[in-house]
């Protein structure tokens, strides 16, 4: 879904100079986002950690709510390459392994980033699931897809309600999503569990693949 015009900055930069400038509004952003909270976000506070003018600012984003948007495609590019980087190397390797290191991308990643993505999922209903971040999650799940089927081929699924499922599920888990993660359980005991979880429905699917 593309992202509407009023999220939208208001003009892209187009020279390193104005380039930077929007680098240090974004991290700005970021860094006020985790430190004081959506409440707290405002233009002038972002601008006094990014050192620049307000007005300066303004010439990019309109509002608090395009400053946000501007972190979350941030770090749905970052996330998408590092993604990207992680399954290069999984070509012929087996299902397990597949599934394994596919699950600890996304905890290396957020490993990193852990402050920041609690913020920005708090702030998600005040601006909507509006921005591009679907487009680059299905680019990432169709690489998830593509290297599933090199180990499914002698099955009769439909490996885009396996994706579905699987990716769904991980993220659900990834992100703590109705309940928050138990302070016993770390990274690595997280991977095997979601490990088993999908190892166990991707057997029942070759016990029983079609109902």
């Known amino acids: 879904m593309a992202l509407p015009k009023h999220l939208q900055p208001r003009k892209a930069p187009k020279q390193e100079r104005s ?16 430190r004081d909270g959506y409440d707290a976000l405002s233009p002038a506070a972002v601008a ?11 010439q990019y984003f309109p509002h608090k709510e395009a400053l946000i948007v501007a972190v979350l495609e941030r770090e749905a590019e970052r996330e998408g390459a590092f993604l990207v980087e992680r399954f290069a190397g999984l070509v012929g390797a087996s299902a ?5 290191a ?8 957020r490993a990193d980033h852990q402050e920041l993505f609690r913020a920005l999922l708090a702030v998600i209903p005040h601006v909507g699931r509006y921005y591009d971040l679907r487009q680059r999650g299905a680019e990432a799940a169709a690489r998830v897809r593509a290297l599933l089927a090199l180990h499914l081929s002698d ?3 439909d490996l885009d309600e396996i994706v579905f499922v699987i990716t ?23 991977v095997n569990e979601i490990t088993r979880l999908v190892l166990a429905y991707v057997a029942a699917l070759r016990q029983s693949p079609r109902s």
């Open 48 to 58: 006094e950690v990014a050192g620049v003018s307000v007005g300066s600012l303004y």
């Open 102 to 109: 596919a699950i600890a991308a996304l905890l290396d990643f």
């Open 19 to 34: 380039r930077q400038l929007v680098e240090a509004i974004v991290e700005a952003t970021a860094r006020v986002l985790v």
């Open 155 to 157: 099955v009769d699924v």
């Open 168 to 190: 769904n599920a991980t993220h659900a888990l990834t992100h703590e999503g109705l309940l928050p993660r138990p302070s016993t359980m770390s990274d690595a005991r997280l």
């Open 96 to 100: 397990d392994d597949v599934l394994r």
